[in-house]
């Protein structure tokens, strides 16, 4: 599985910001922390794979001389960070009692039933001196990063998936909060099932005094199947390497002890939860008002599509109206997505479906049930100028797998049949979607619509698809678009490439612009007798995209 890195850095684009609201930021990566020092090193490798526009240090809770907490504080500061620290807990749980000592570290408000001052004290832990500002972020309890994880370690050792039972094991939490563990377990446990295909995904823990049991889960699923057993540990250590062999003594299971760390995934996580923390939108400006994503959002916050919509509104107005202020009733909207998310909020920003300028294209093959990335395509009309740009979401903005989870969990959800785990971990990925679209600095790229001739001089575009020869598509510079800046490689036209006859310059339609006349083979072009329009598409030689359309008439 490959995992994309996630960057942010601050940056203005015409009068749209997405930005840190620290003046200098840092990020503070806590770890556990072991007296072995085949725990700590897979935890620093992790750590020095991430990218992040911020400082990044490591700080171990304890056991590491010179590498704690007020360790790392102290050299974030000397990097200039004074204000603001993101301190990115890497434990697998947020309902544990290190979390609260952390927090008591930081001087952040901690539950004073949990955390024992003078033990700590006596542990030489007190809390650090500095005037910056902590923010601390969840543990990764039931990611679906971390989810790919595990199930990328269950994968190295699965042979075959169908009769299998996976079982993933982890410390646990005295008290109520082991309950918390088992929820944030079997969420993981439901994603890791569809994504393998196994007979089954089973949670359990290392201590007998805790249930479900290691040994009694693996015992009970090897009567049924072969036994997966991958621990849900951060690193590898005493547990991994000592403490779960001894417990499964005697039993026939695979086996690796690959903990999380140093997996590239793990990075990734910590790179996104500090963006989280640290990523702040800019309303959109409109008709001289704000509106924030908060407001888009409120309805349903856990919407996906409340969210892409205020992010592809910002990107548009600011590729079409530049360092103006758009104006509502100046927007024509294409979204090619059929959810009343979309809609409401579409309408919320512009009011174009109130208004009758909204238009659905949803793309063939798809539908609420069925989406894929194309229904993330989006069209933006400034009407007293006619410029259409077209928008798409970056394929590296979905999260791996989302669309085809969604799609299978969701008629399940509506018919009343899921799970209380398939719920958590359809909005725990949810959740993820919407924070990549958030963080991200590029989330769409988008294409310049371009006016194109086919047939230079010719009404109607009569194409005879048995026809020997060849078509001529002219591609016509305006003020806003110089085609002779087109790279020929990228051109295509009904789903073919230019013929290599050279491209020829000429003013087309004499309006003082030079044009681009491309020649396509007739035969080869993937049209049918009942369209109506072929359009052509292609690149710069800057990497700027664009399409254009022209009426034809397929004679038999």
């Given at each position: 599985m490959v995992f994309l890195g996630l960057f942010v850095s601050l940056w203005l684009l015409a009068g749209f910001s997405v930005a840190c609201w620290a003046q200098n930021p840092g990020v503070l990566v806590i770890a556990h922390g072991s007296p072995n020092e085949t725990w700590n090193q897979p935890v620093r490798d992790t750590v020095a794979q991430i990218s992040l526009p911020y400082p990044v240090e490591l700080a171990f809770l304890e056991f590491v001389p010179d590498e704690g907490v007020q360790d790392a504080v102290d050299r974030l500061e000397a990097q200039g960070v004074d204000e603001i620290m993101v301190a990115v807990v890497c434990f697998i749980s947020s309902h544990s009692s290190h979390i609260e000592e952390i927090k008591y570290i930081l001087r952040l408000a901690y539950d004073t039933e949990v955390v024992d001052e003078e033990a700590l004290a006596e542990e030489g832990l007190f809390p650090i001196e500095s005037d910056a500002k902590f923010i601390l972020t969840s543990a990764l309890d039931d990611h679906p990063i971390i989810a790919q994880v595990l199930t990328d370690r269950a994968r190295e050792l699965s042979t075959n998936p169908s009769e299998e039972i996976v079982v993933i094991t982890g410390h646990g939490a005295a008290g109520e909060n082991l309950a918390k563990w088992s929820e944030n377990m079997q969420s993981l446990a439901v994603r890791m099932k569809w994504e393998l295909g196994v007979k089954d995904v089973r949670h359990s823990y290392v201590f007998s005094s805790r249930e479900p049991y290691l040994r009694n889960v693996v015992e009970e699923a090897l009567l049924e199947a072969e036994v997966i057993v991958i621990p849900l540990m951060i690193s590898e250590g005493f547990f991994t390497d000592m403490y779960i062999p001894m417990q499964l003594a005697g039993l026939s299971y695979m086996y690796n002890g690959e903990a999380l760390a140093p997996h590239p995934g793990?990075?990734?996580?910590?790179?996104?939860?500090?963006?989280?923390?640290?990523?702040?939108?800019?309303?959109?400006?409109?008709?001289?008002?704000?509106?924030?994503?908060?407001?888009?959002?409120?309805?349903?916050?856990?919407?996906?599509?409340?969210?892409?919509?205020?992010?592809?509104?910002?990107?548009?107005?600011?590729?079409?109206?530049?360092?103006?202020?758009?104006?509502?009733?100046d927007t024509y909207i294409i979204s090619s997505h059929p959810s009343k998310g979309h809609k409401e909020a579409f309408d919320y920003i512009t009011g174009a479906v109130s208004r009758g300028d909204y238009e659905l294209d949803i793309p063939e093959g798809t539908s609420i049930e069925n989406l894929t990335m194309e229904n993330y395509t989006y069209g933006f009309l400034k009407k007293p100028t006619d410029q259409l740009i077209k928008l798409h979401m970056n394929a590296e903005v979905f999260p791996a797998s989302f669309l085809e989870f969604r799609n299978w969990i969701r008629p399940i959800k509506k018919a009343g049949g899921a799970t209380p785990a398939q719920i958590k971990a359809f909005m725990s990925a949810k959740q993820h979607f919407i924070d990549r679209i958030i963080t991200a600095k590029d989330p769409f790229f988008y294409e310049i619509r371009v006016d194109v001739d086919i047939k230079p001089g010719s009404f109607p575009n009569s194409i005879n698809l048995k026809s020997k020869g060849n078509i001529a598509v002219a591609v016509l510079s305006d003020a806003n678009f110089d085609a002779t800046a087109i790279d020929r490689g990228t051109v295509v036209f009904a789903n073919m490439s230019p013929l290599p006859i050279g491209k020829s310059l000429e003013d087309v339609n004499e309006d003082g612009w030079l044009d681009v006349v491309f020649h396509f083979e007739t035969q080869a072009l993937n049209l049918k007798l009942d369209d109506t329009e072929a359009c052509l598409s292609g690149k710069t030689l800057s990497g700027e995209m664009f399409w254009g359309c022209d009426s034809v008439s397929i004679i038999k």
């Open positions: 793990l990075a990734r996580w910590i790179e996104l939860s500090a963006l989280k923390a640290m990523v702040e939108l800019p309303p959109i400006l409109i008709d001289g008002e704000e509106i924030t994503m908060a407001e888009v959002r409120e309805p349903e916050p856990l919407c996906c599509c409340r969210v892409a919509t205020f992010r592809v509104c910002q990107e548009a107005f600011n590729l079409l109206w530049e360092d103006e202020i758009p104006q509502r009733d």
